[in-house]
């Protein structure tokens, strides 16, 4: 290989790594301000289950139990309206992680998916039962 084709291959792959660390990177997840979140603050594991459902995940480690559930915004959503039909917006959604400490609801938390759309009506969603 010659050295400009030795710069150029280290360029576009130093490129490359920047674009994916970039890429990976999330914003913080929303652990309060919306009402099913709050809701679910104190309940134990079977009343989550039970308005909730079995979520996708579930991990258990001494007293803290974590579930971790998806929800997907309906494609109607994904369309927007405008004067010469629809056009396509952002495919979004939600996951929620709820925290347990000694079988009690301790933190529930919302990681929207992209990090740039406001998901959090998909993450309500999944606790619209939830509600006492």
């Avoid at 803290?64 to 915004?73: M, Q």
């Avoid at 959604?93 to 929207?112: E, P």
């Avoid at 998901?119 to 509600?131: K, L, R, T």
């Amino acid at each position: 290989m010659q050295t400009a084709d030795v710069r150029l291959y280290t360029g576009l792959l130093s490129l490359l790594i920047t674009g994916f660390v970039l890429g990976c990177q999330t914003s913080p997840p929303v652990t309060e301000g919306y009402p099913h979140q709050q809701a679910l603050q104190g309940k134990t594991l079977q009343q989550v289950l039970a308005c909730a459902g079995h979520p996708l995940q579930k991990r258990e480690n001494g007293p803290v139990t974590i579930l971790r559930y998806y929800r997907e915004a309906p494609l109607l959503e994904e369309s927007m309206v405008s004067s010469k039909g629809s056009r396509p917006t952002v495919h979004h959604g939600c996951w929620a992680t709820v925290v347990l400490q000694d079988q009690r609801v301790d933190q529930v938390r919302y990681h929207f998916v992209p990090s740039s759309v406001d998901a959090s009506n998909d993450c309500e969603e999944i606790f619209a039962n939830c509600q006492e």
